[in-house]
């Protein structure tokens, strides 16, 4: 089945500084890759998602990129602040047998992103 | 307020006592989902259902079942839970899954933190 490993487990930054989280996947055939932020005591909610027919894509000061080759995406936040310290977590779709599942998804092992004022 | 319930929110249980974690929506979403968050290992998906009366399993399922009798309700049943089950679980649910050519945004509950004695 599909594997992500995400990588750093721990991020710690200044304010203003910025900040990137790294995650491969193992499955070719994931199309959709989310990222979520969980902060202390909430669920985790999803802040910006890339399919695989786009490599980049931007929302304000958070960034996500794609690379279908290698089989690796990225989050970037610049500009950091406080108020982003949370844990970082993403994903990747799971094609069920002959493609057509969309219903599972496999999470990397999160990054506990600190940022200090 | 659309939102994903919980309940109940802490439970304390012992080795083989039956238990349901309950799950609603209010936003008539198609999708939901259980996981469950374990330091280091991130989230992992336990069940899901893309509709009513249509389930399939997550990475981890074993020990577990669901049912999906109506649209709103997707509740968690553990027939006799063992300390292993012991864990932070989070429902979520979206519109219609993932993979489609509109993004579709996963809603998280709150979390149900499960201690199995």
């Known amino acids: 089945g599909e594997n992500v490993e995400q990588h750093p487990s721990t991020l710690s930054v200044q304010e203003g500084d910025s900040a990137v989280i790294k995650c491969t996947y193992s499955?070719?055939?994931?199309?959709?890759f989310p990222w979520y932020k969980q902060e202390l005591g909430k669920g985790p909610q999803l802040i910006i998602d890339i399919r695989s027919n786009v490599g980049e894509k931007k929302d304000q000061r958070i960034a996500v990129t794609l690379n279908k080759t290698a089989k690796h995406f990225s989050l970037h936040i610049t500009e950091t602040q406080p108020e982003d310290s949370a844990v970082y977590f993403c994903a990747a779709t799971h094609r069920g047998a002959g493609g057509t599942s969309y219903g599972k998804l496999t999470f990397g092992q999160g990054t506990i992103l600190t940022v200090h004022p | 307020e659309a939102q994903v319930t919980q309940n109940p929110r802490y439970l304390i249980t012992v080795t083989g006592k039956k238990l349901t974690v309950t799950c609603s929506q209010n936003?008539?979403?198609?999708?939901m989902s259980w996981y469950r968050q374990d330091p280091g290992l991130g989230l992992r998906q336990i069940y899901y259902?893309?509709?009513?009366?249509?389930?399939d399993k997550g990475d981890v399922p074993e020990g577990y079942k669901v049912s999906r009798k109506e649209k709103r309700n997707f509740p968690l049943i553990l027939e006799s839970p063992s300390p292993n089950q012991t864990s932070l679980y989070f429902c979520?649910?979206?519109?219609?899954?993932?993979?489609?050519?509109?993004?579709?945004?996963?809603?998280f509950g709150p979390g149900t933190r499960l201690t199995v004695l």
């Open positions: 259902s893309m509709n009513v009366e249509v389930t």
């Open positions: 499955d070719s055939a994931s199309n959709y």
């Open positions: 936003m008539n979403h198609e999708y």
């Open positions: 979520a649910s979206s519109l219609d899954g993932f993979g489609l050519a509109v993004a579709d945004t996963q809603y």
